[in-house]
């Protein structure tokens, strides 16, 4: 045909969304009992409405969910779910929107949404790591009592050790890394101040006052001496520590750092804070493992934190002379966690 009518237009769009599968059954099924109710719908359910401008695909997807969610039409949300995750929507979103109707739609409404999600995610093969919510693997998430207050989380038993982001990244950097290490270790994330959910004192912040609030976090948390790992701006308090407070410690890593920011990385970062700061955001945007990071899979052995050709270190403090800071390089057997 040289151009489509209004129900050819809304098959398209029906076919976007659903599927081809779907489509195809649903409209070769039909009889003379239900097929003006099927043109119907084509028609306007699908041109009339999901060809609106007003609101992109994803959103209207999301919608859909929650909608059916909340009139337990539990047909038409499995429909749309698996359409939902088989197009690609992030995880999160899908998330987001059922902890969302858990408030509006009931509780009992969610976890029905949530097991039929889940049985589609498992099917589809797109199902997250476990999580468990059991004593010892459970991540609880408070906040320090010394000002200015730190949001922690704390996860596992065993050998204590820290773990200080990157800047403008928060704890949940170190999510899948903080539960390799859990089965053997107690691990304690954190976010620095101005980071994430911990406090906003007013700035500018110190290299001095980052590594004081790392200080006092051990010390509150009560389980030194630690196994520190800082990345990046967390390395540069791994090796305050180091300097300052090694009694605190028993023994870091730093991971892709120095001992300073070079002048152009300094202008480079001046340049993005003031951006955020003319915006009104008071916080760095913050950043999970993007899709192509390599996740651990299991907690690393001594000699991968000292393996040839990797870009970190693992050292500590010599017991000779604590103030002055200097380093030996880890050799595997200087009491690491393994």
Known sequence: MDRQDDFERGVSNRRAVLGDEWVDQSLGGTTQFNADFQDLVTRHAWLDIWGRPGLDVVTRRLLVLGMTMAAARWEEFELHCKATVRAGV??????????????????????TAFKITT????????????????????????????????????????????????????????????????????????????????????????????VDDAARLIREWGRGPVVFVGLSMGGMVAQGLAVRHPELLRGVVIAHSSARYPDEVRSMWAQRIAAIEQGGRRRLPMRRWSAGSRRPSAPPSPRWWSAPGRRCCAARPRATSPAAGRWRRSTGSNGWPA
């Open 90 to 111: 992030p995880l999160e979103k899908i998330r987001e929107t059922l902890m969302q109707g858990a408030i509006y739609c009931g509780v009992p409404a969610a976890n």
């Open 119 to 210: 049985k589609i995610l498992r099917d589809e093969g797109k199902l997250p790591p476990a999580s468990p919510l059991t004593a010892g693997v459970r991540a609880a998430v408070h906040h320090t009592f010394s000002a200015p207050q730190l949001r922690v989380a704390i996860q596992g038993r065993g050998t204590p050790v820290v773990l200080s982001h990157a800047l403008g990244a928060d704890l949940h950097l170190w999510d899948d890394f903080a539960a390799a290490l859990a089965p053997h270790h107690e691990v304690l994330r954190y976010d620095h101040r101005g980071h994430g959910g911990s406090a906003v004192p007013a700035g500018p912040y110190s290299q001095d006052e980052l």
